[in-house]
């Protein structure tokens, strides 16, 4: 089959690999559709080291189930699947927490994804996508780390929050925290080309402007209940952290692999939470967007084949890229 091969940071090219065969309980999906993540770029560029070269990457994928050993009844299914093949047996798996199984394999980090004509994954990790369309099954994995967020940390009808980044991450937050609470802007430079596509969910405004409605709508001018890291830059936990009120919530989302430092006696002296979150609930990221109170279409800026996966790679360092993705 043809695949996207990452070898090391900075050479990734397009070849003939082995076709991987399913064995064990596995299964082989054809791929129709895969993202290109911030944690992908984060690879390529060499700031986070992924445990396996070389490495087919890719784990937003929607594809069909080619073939299924002994449960053929999947075949021909329309799906996504999870990332994290977990064990299932250890403290972890019996505690409800899957994805922090210490014996996992994640489909396009530890283990070959899916920008290939063709991905393994274990049945219990399928969900089915057949009343969306091949470029929304491949956001239900990035759209389901979202709604994690927001179980880890909810937010209230009447909490003013902020976002910090207008990619992928923060416009999807956008559109969901919109649902909860209408008190809720973008953060992004003014000369950002991507501001047209945020201002069709939410208000978007500049740090200056941010600052100056800190002062004039929220209590004593202190800061917002609830700031979204979501930039992919190392600088930002120190500007969430300046936006955020006493004992607010910063939610990080950035995955850039790079060491951060910030300013830890604020944040102790702020009392400030910062949570972390990653891989959540696929079905209720598909019921958002069957729903169509989430729209993911808009955020798709370019679609490249997966012969032409090394200029997709180039493509989505652009400015103006919010999601690119790849149809094998």
Request: hydrophobic letters at 40%; charged letters at 25%; proline letters at 6%.
């Amino acid at each position: 089959m043809r695949a996207i091969v990452l070898h090391e940071p900075k050479r990734i090219s397009v070849e003939d690999v082995e076709d991987p065969t399913p064995k064990d309980g596995w299964i082989r999906i054809k791929v129709k559709r895969v993202g290109i993540c911030g944690t992908d770029k984060a690879f390529y560029k060499g700031t986070y080291v992924p445990p396996k070269l070389p490495l087919i990457p890719g784990h937003e994928i929607a594809g069909i189930v080619e073939e299924a050993p002994g449960m053929e009844h999947l075949e021909g299914m329309k799906v996504t699947t999870e990332i994290n093949v977990n064990c299932g047996e250890c403290w972890y798996c019996k505690h409800g927490m899957p994805t922090h199984c210490p014996y996992r394999e994640t489909i396009g980090i530890s283990i070959d994804g899916g920008m290939a004509e063709y991905v393994l994954t274990k049945p219990h990790l399928l969900h089915s996508v057949e009343d969306l369309s091949w470029e929304e099954g491949a956001f239900v994995e990035p759209l389901a780390a979202v709604v994690e967020m927001l179980e880890m940390s909810p937010i209230k009808p009447s909490d003013r929050v902020a976002i910090l980044g207008i990619g992928t991450i923060g416009l999807l937050s956008a559109q969901l925290i919109r649902l909860i609470t209408p008190n809720v802007v973008a953060i992004a430079r003014e000369d950002s080309p991507k501001r047209r596509i945020a201002e069709k969910f939410v208000d978007v405004m500049t740090l200056e402007e941010a600052k100056e409605y800190i002062k004039k709508r929220t209590p004593e001018g202190q800061g917002f209940d609830y700031v979204v890291e979501a930039t992919g830059s190392t600088k930002a936990l120190d500007i969430a952290l300046d936006l955020v009120r006493p004992r607010g919530i910063i939610a990080a989302k950035s995955t850039h692999g790079s060491q951060v430092s910030f300013n830890y006696t604020l944040m102790v002296v702020k009392e400030v939470k910062i949570i972390g979150s990653r891989c959540g609930p696929f079905e209720k990221a598909i019921d958002l967007m069957r729903s169509k109170m989430i729209d993911v279409k808009p955020l798709v800026t370019s679609t490249f084949k997966l012969s032409d996966g090394v200029k997709a790679f180039e493509k989505s360092f652009e400015r103006g890229e919010i999601k690119v993705q790849i149809t094998p």
